[in-house]
């Protein structure tokens, strides 16, 4: 078998495991889930399971990291030249996500899913100085809309996402009355 023929049925093995969790999840806790019944779910052997991950979290890592790695791709190739249009690119990506990571954070699965949102970190300018703040600030507003957006029903589009966040980040700020 050529390499490419194996790295497409690794490829397929991977998708077929998570997928096989998420509709695991569904049904079951996360900690109630074992790899075996995974396995099981995908179709694969036990053994497919363990050469490919040692845990359930390794799988969930492994397919966000594979999604914000697709969007860092995707990035590259555009053209972004405001932060409107960053913003709109990184929720016009998530949007297409939101069934699987609805499920991800119905399942208290969240701080899995904000490690996939650290990789997108220096996907922006800025100065040195302020960097590992800015990154702070900008992927922790990101990951927080998103799961406030997730749990609302996921009612907005990208567009007025993005038009929220930006009229946030604008906004006076309102501070607390004791």
């Known amino acids: 078998m050529s390499n490419s023929c194996n790295r497409e049925a690794k490829a397929f093995t991977r998708e077929c495991v998570f997928l096989a969790l998420i509709n695991l999840l569904k049904e079951k806790t996360y900690e109630s889930i074992t790899l075996t019944e995974i396995a099981k779910k995908a179709g694969v ?14 799988i969930l890592k492994n397919y966000l990291n594979d999604i914000s790695l697709k969007f860092i791709a995707e990035l590259n190739e555009k053209q972004i030249n405001s932060y409107y249009d960053y913003i709109l690119s990184v929720f016009t990506h998530l949007c297409s996500y939101s069934e699987i990571t609805k499920i991800l954070v119905s399942a208290n699965l969240s701080t899995l899913l904000y490690e996939s949102f650290l990789l997108i970190k220096g996907s922006f300018r800025v100065d040195d100085s302020i960097k590992n703040y800015y990154e702070s600030y900008r992927i922790g507003a990101l990951f927080f809309v998103y799961v406030t957006w997730l749990e609302t029903d996921c009612k907005e589009t990208p567009e007025e996402l993005t038009e929220i966040m930006l009229k ?7 501070l607390p009355k004791f």
């Open 168 to 174: 946030i980040m604008n906004s006076k700020p309102i």
């Open 45 to 58: 052997s036990r053994n497919a399971i363990y050469r490919n991950f040692e845990s359930k979290d390794l």
